[in-house]
């Protein structure tokens, strides 16, 4: 691992100071003074101990192009969600309903390994996909109904969606 430098060290403790204060404040859902300042020095202590481990940006992630994609990718994640969950319900619901397990295998464009951890997450999140290993750029997938075993129509299929806006985040 790189070693890094100082203002990288400075940029990765508050973006995941900034992060973990979110996700206080949102599962403590107050803003009483007590909780903030426990919320700052705890997510301040955590931020500074982790800085080589779990963070991957600087602060142009907090760029307003790429806030604004995040948030959309939120919403488009949610959707995706909601259509794969409908589908797998019906699925169970109806077992008369053909169903054509199998792996699939495509390639992706994101550049770093956070990027692609995202995707992978993303796919796994939205039920009747699972991935199950990334192998440089290849993801290997599992799907509940394989319509194609074409690379690009797999992809099209499964990943495109998020790997387009992905890419605007993180690139």
């Given at each position: 691992m790189k070693s890094l430098t100082f203002n990288e060290k400075l940029a990765r403790f508050f973006i995941n100071w900034l992060f973990l204060m979110i996700v206080w404040i949102a599962f403590t859902t107050s803003f009483n003074k007590q909780e903030v300042?426990?919320?700052?020095?705890?997510?301040?202590?955590?931020?500074?101990?982790?800085i080589p481990l779990f963070t991957c940006c600087t602060f142009k992630i907090l760029a307003p192009k790429r806030i604004f994609y995040m948030v959309y990718y939120l919403l488009i994640f949610i959707r995706e969600l909601i259509k794969s969950n409908l589908d797998v319900a019906r699925r169970v619901l109806t077992p008369s309903l053909p169903i054509n397990p199998g792996i699939v295998k495509f390639k992706s464009k994101?550049?770093?390994?956070?990027?692609?951890?995202?995707?992978?997450?993303?796919?796994?999140?939205?039920?009747g996909t699972l991935s199950i290993d990334i192998i440089d750029d290849t993801f290997y997938i599992h799907w509940i109904d394989v319509k194609t075993t074409d690379p690009e129509e797999a992809y099209t299929e499964i990943a495109e969606t998020f790997e387009k806006i992905l890419l605007k985040i993180f690139v």
């Amino acid at each position: 691992m790189k070693s890094l430098t100082f203002n990288e060290k400075l940029a990765r403790f508050f973006i995941n100071w900034l992060f973990l204060m979110i996700v206080w404040i949102a599962f403590t859902t107050s803003f009483n003074k007590q909780e903030v300042i426990a919320g700052v020095f705890v997510t301040m202590l955590i931020s500074f101990f982790s800085i080589p481990l779990f963070t991957c940006c600087t602060f142009k992630i907090l760029a307003p192009k790429r806030i604004f994609y995040m948030v959309y990718y939120l919403l488009i994640f949610i959707r995706e969600l909601i259509k794969s969950n409908l589908d797998v319900a019906r699925r169970v619901l109806t077992p008369s309903l053909p169903i054509n397990p199998g792996i699939v295998k495509f390639k992706s464009k994101l550049p770093t390994d956070y990027s692609k951890m995202v995707l992978a997450n993303s796919i796994t999140l939205t039920p009747g996909t699972l991935s199950i290993d990334i192998i440089d750029d290849t993801f290997y997938i599992h799907w509940i109904d394989v319509k194609t075993t074409d690379p690009e129509e797999a992809y099209t299929e499964i990943a495109e969606t998020f790997e387009k806006i992905l890419l605007k985040i993180f690139v």
